[in-house]
């Protein structure tokens, strides 16, 4: 499967475990919007994205949600290692942001190609090592950083050609770990200072250097 070479390590796998690691995998497409793992499920493969985006989420009791990360082209994903590892079921969901193309390899082959394959663990655990990092820099903003830094990193980088954001402010929300009302109110004080404009359902920047300036002397 030419597929998997996008994915480092995997040239370094013996040939009696790359054959294994063909038998046994699956590729499917996954359509944008769909639920690939929910809270409380069981996790019966190990995930491989070759092209799309996976977004995967927490939402606590108060029905608020929180981004954890997103697994895209080449990655894995961590809660879904973890999973596997532990033996214990997903506690949050995973949802295809565009159609998404992946691997997926079966519980078993998975546990056999940790055992007997080197080059496979260090990909794994790679990755796992990797998204831990980030995951303990998320819980870092959330408890310890400024909501405002944050927002308007986030818009900085997740502006499209035409500087726009096109999320309400509950996606915002969502994908800071901050409530809607929070982020709402912090977009009107950007828009007062004229740094972007607000209508519905998106954001759009219309003074960058303003905001990269504010970014930049706040974290001096």
Not at 43 to 58: E, H, K, N, P, T
């Given at each position: 499967?030419?597929?998997?070479?996008?994915?480092?390590?995997?040239?370094?796998?013996?040939?009696?475990?790359?054959?294994?690691?063909?038998?046994?995998?699956?590729k499917?497409?996954?359509?944008?919007?769909?639920?690939?793992?929910?809270?409380?499920?069981?996790?019966?493969?190990?995930?491989?994205?070759?092209?799309?985006?996976?977004?995967?989420?927490?939402?606590?009791?108060?029905?608020?949600?929180?981004?954890?990360?997103?697994?895209?082209?080449?990655?894995?994903?961590?809660?879904?290692?973890?999973?596997?590892?532990s033996?214990?079921?997903?506690?949050?969901?995973?949802?295809?942001?565009?159609?998404?193309?992946?691997?997926?390899?079966?519980?078993?082959?998975?546990?056999?190609?940790?055992?007997?394959?080197?080059?496979?663990?260090?990909?794994?655990?790679?990755?796992?090592?990797?998204?831990?990092?980030?995951?303990?820099?998320?819980?870092?903003?959330?408890a310890?950083?400024?909501?405002?830094?944050?927002?308007?990193?986030?818009?900085?980088?997740?502006?499209?050609?035409?500087?726009?954001?096109?999320?309400?402010?509950?996606?915002?929300a969502?994908?800071l770990?901050?409530?809607?009302?929070?982020?709402?109110?912090?977009?009107?004080?950007?828009?007062r200072?004229?740094?972007?404009?607000?209508?519905?359902?998106?954001?759009?920047i219309?003074?960058?250097?303003?905001?990269?300036?504010?970014?930049?002397?706040?974290?001096?």
């Amino acid at each position: 499967m030419e597929s998997i070479s996008q994915f480092p390590g995997f040239e370094k796998m013996g040939e009696s475990d790359l054959a294994l690691l063909r038998q046994h995998t699956q590729k499917m497409t996954v359509p944008a919007g769909a639920k690939v793992f929910e809270t409380g499920s069981p996790c019966r493969a190990f995930l491989m994205v070759l092209d799309g985006c996976v977004r995967v989420q927490m939402i606590g009791e108060t029905g608020r949600e929180i981004v954890l990360y997103r697994v895209e082209d080449g990655q894995t994903c961590i809660l879904t290692t973890a999973c596997l590892l532990s033996g214990e079921n997903y506690n949050a969901e995973a949802v295809t942001e565009s159609e998404t193309t992946a691997i997926a390899l079966p519980v078993g082959q998975f546990q056999t190609l940790l055992n007997q394959s080197q080059a496979f663990r260090d990909m794994v655990f790679a990755s796992y090592g990797a998204r831990i990092s980030n995951l303990v820099s998320l819980v870092e903003e959330v408890a310890f950083g400024r909501v405002d830094l944050r927002l308007a990193q986030f818009l900085i980088e997740r502006q499209n050609a035409e500087k726009t954001i096109k999320k309400t402010h509950y996606e915002l929300a969502t994908e800071l770990g901050t409530a809607r009302e929070v982020i709402s109110r912090q977009l009107k004080e950007f828009e007062r200072h004229g740094w972007v404009e607000l209508t519905r359902g998106q954001v759009k920047i219309s003074r960058e250097n303003d905001l990269k300036e504010f970014i930049s002397s706040q974290c001096d």
